[in-house]
């Protein structure tokens, strides 16, 4: 029976349960929990935009994104949205997805937090990114998202301080990221329907 939350359906495919087995045996509580709320808000958000992304591919970008954060994951050189987006196409990869899947799971974890472009792309990619910003309770432009009614009460997957993690990262390897390559996840995204 498929998993359901807040009303909101889990992809029921092995990809799915491989990538959710693998996300929260080599990350821990804190990266898991929110990436698996940044699927269900980027789901919700693609809902009310009248986006129709692929779930399946949606969930793999959402539970990926964050990995690069972590020692296991990053190659130390660049950016964790890159070193997150790599180690997803190579999951991708190795369960027989399409290189077009495989690349717009790249791309939409890779620009998770760029502001901007992700809205105007697929709808995987822009849902991912809305996701990520409404998950984190940052902020956007007028014109874009409001607060959820309350689908989630934090009882599944609970609210965990990820910027405190992305944070520590950069003050602890200030050599690894240089101010121009540091997380841009406090930037006021303006979204409007018209934009796509």
Same mark, same amino acid.
């Given at each position: 029976?498929?998993?359901?939350? =807040?009303?909101?359906?889990?992809?029921? %495919?092995? !990809?799915?349960?491989?990538? &959710?087995?693998?996300?929260?045996? $080599? @990350?821990?509580?804190?990266?898991?929990?929110?990436?698996?709320?940044?699927?269900?808000?980027?789901?919700?958000?693609?809902?009310?935009?009248?986006?129709?992304?692929?779930?399946?591919?949606?969930?793999?970008?959402?539970?990926?994104?964050?990995?690069?954060?972590?020692?296991?994951?990053?190659?130390?050189?660049?950016?964790?949205?890159?070193?997150?987006?790599?180690?997803?196409?190579?999951?991708? =990869?190795?369960?027989?997805?399409?290189? %077009?899947? !495989?690349?717009?799971?790249? &791309?939409?974890?890779?620009?998770? $937090? @760029?502001?901007?472009?992700?809205?105007?792309?697929?709808?995987?990619?822009?849902?991912?990114?809305?996701?990520?910003?409404?998950?984190?309770?940052?902020?956007?432009?007028?014109?874009?998202?409001?607060?959820?009614?309350?689908?989630?009460?934090?009882?599944?997957?609970?609210?965990?301080?990820?910027?405190?993690?992305?944070?520590?990262?950069?003050?602890?390897?200030?050599?690894?990221?240089?101010?121009?390559?540091?997380?841009?996840?406090? %930037?006021?995204?303006?979204?409007?329907?018209?934009?796509?």
């Amino acid at each position: 029976m498929p998993e359901v939350i =807040a009303g909101l359906r889990i992809p029921d %495919t092995v !990809a799915v349960a491989e990538a &959710t087995r693998f996300i929260r045996e $080599t @990350t821990g509580p804190l990266i898991y929990h929110h990436s698996r709320r940044v699927f269900l808000f980027g789901l919700l958000n693609a809902e009310r935009l009248a986006l129709t992304p692929d779930p399946e591919l949606l969930y793999l970008a959402a539970i990926f994104h964050d990995s690069g954060l972590l020692t296991p994951f990053s190659d130390g050189v660049q950016r964790f949205e890159v070193d997150s987006a790599d180690h997803a196409r190579k999951f991708l =990869a190795a369960h027989g997805f399409s290189t %077009t899947a !495989a690349d717009t799971v790249w &791309t939409a974890v890779a620009l998770h $937090t @760029t502001p901007g472009i992700p809205v105007r792309m697929a709808a995987e990619i822009a849902a991912t990114h809305l996701g990520v910003f409404q998950c984190g309770r940052l902020r956007y432009g007028r014109t874009g998202p409001r607060p959820l009614p309350a689908h989630d009460d934090g009882r599944e997957h609970p609210r965990l301080a990820v910027a405190e993690l992305i944070g520590r990262r950069d003050a602890d390897a200030p050599e690894r990221t240089p101010a121009c390559e540091r997380s841009p996840c406090a %930037t006021v995204i303006p979204v409007s329907p018209g934009s796509r």
